[in-house]
């Protein structure tokens, strides 16, 4: 970063390193630096759309693929941003070039694909694609983010006891907490990753990454010392689904413990019992290429290997609900339950997972670094 203070990469990952040590200030800072240099730009919280039209020449530095749902959830959100007055009604002539391009997306690709858009599609849709046109502020609160009437050391009692490592609780957040992050997910337009027609997810490189986040992450280490506080925060990320899809295929995570947890609200669920997680009781073996068979689940072959080795597992289910958290071994292979929410952009389903430790290292958090670490790679005192 003294060669280049704009390299995306650097700040990002000196971002993950402070995670790392447990410092999460300078985490999110450093995280935030690099989201900003790679979708910030002139559309970042623009006035309007002549505005950032006006002051937008550069690409998002990404290549910039698309599927069905991902146009139809962007052109969604900025309705319901115009709608909320949380934008400029100028913006709608962005929505009427994203159904354009819609309209030909869809009649040129499979609704399963993802697809890279063209020159001219991207063209039509004003440099704005992949860009942050609205980030809403999540701020830490005051009294709290985690329910503080949970009975903690119960709930670790039995994470730790358990035979399978997977418990589930409600009521995990406090309304005010609720509130603030389902408002930060509706109203931030940083999903920008896509798998098929399924979902759109973002993650802490992709501005998943406000204070209220870190907050939560905080109050969990606190609250479940032994689960979780040993171990440092090394990814958070959500999705949110196509109202009727398949959710994501069997795979694991590449952490120690995850912990899940939902926002949307019971009544958009068409399954009351369903709409949730499966956790299975098998973990992925120790042989097993963890890039491999998860960054390819949904290839035939591997798809269907694992399949076959889950083919004796029981399974624990979960319904989904509103404010629910389930707590599981990372290592534990997992899917989404079939997903029926009405329909709507408010109704869909919204999952928020946090990551704690990496499979196979040691995953003490460093809690007295001999050296602070500033962020232009100096080290001071």
Not at 176 to 195: H, M, N, P, Q, V
Not at 260 to 284: M, R, S
Request: proline share 4%; glycine share 6%; hydrophobic share 35%.
């Amino acid at each position: 970063l003294e060669v280049r203070s704009d390299y995306a990469d650097a700040h990002t990952e000196i971002g993950h390193a402070f995670n790392m040590l447990g410092q999460f200030t300078e985490a999110q800072m450093s995280l935030d630096r690099g989201f900003r240099i790679n979708h910030g730009g002139a559309w970042w919280n623009a006035k309007t759309a002549e505005e950032g039209e006006r002051n937008s020449s550069a690409k998002p530095n990404a290549s910039c693929f698309a599927s069905t749902f991902k146009l139809q959830d962007n052109m969604d959100q900025l309705e319901y941003l115009i709608g909320k007055r949380r934008i400029d009604p100028s913006f709608q002539r962005i929505v009427d070039r994203y159904k354009k391009v819609y309209d030909e997306f869809r009649l040129k690709n499979d609704a399963d694909t993802m697809t890279e858009l063209t020159p001219s599609q991207l063209d039509q849709l004003g440099l704005s694609y992949d860009r942050v046109i609205h980030y809403a502020k999540a701020p830490r609160i005051p009294t709290g983010a985690v329910n503080k009437k949970l009975a903690f050391e119960e709930i670790e009692k039995r994470y730790l006891a358990s035979s399978t490592a997977v418990i589930t609780f409600d009521n995990l957040l406090t309304p005010d907490a609720l509130r603030g992050l389902r408002k930060f997910c509706l109203e931030s337009t940083i999903y920008f990753s896509c798998r098929n027609n399924n979902f759109v997810q973002s993650d802490m490189n992709g501005g998943f990454n406000c204070d209220l986040l870190y907050q939560i992450a905080e109050e969990l280490q606190r609250y479940f010392p032994i689960a979780l506080g040993g171990h440092y925060l090394s990814n958070v990320w959500t999705y949110r689904y196509n109202n009727q899809t398949e959710g994501v295929a069997p795979h694991t995570d590449q952490g120690v413990v995850t912990f899940n947890f939902w926002i949307t609200p019971d009544d958009a669920n068409l399954i009351p019992k369903g709409g949730g997680l499966c956790v299975y009781t098998k973990e992925q073996p120790s042989d097993w290429d963890w890039q491999h068979y998860n960054k390819q689940k949904y290839a035939p072959a591997i798809r269907q290997e694992i399949i076959e080795f889950l083919a004796d597992a029981e399974s624990i289910t979960i319904p989904h609900q509103q404010n629910r958290a389930v707590l599981f071994k990372s290592n534990l292979f997992h899917k989404s339950e079939k997903i029926d929410f009405k329909d709507g952009f408010e109704n869909r389903r919204i999952n928020i997972t946090m990551l704690f430790g990496k499979y196979g290292r040691r995953n003490e958090i460093a809690t007295a670094p001999t050296k602070k670490i500033n962020f232009t790679g100096k080290q001071n005192g």
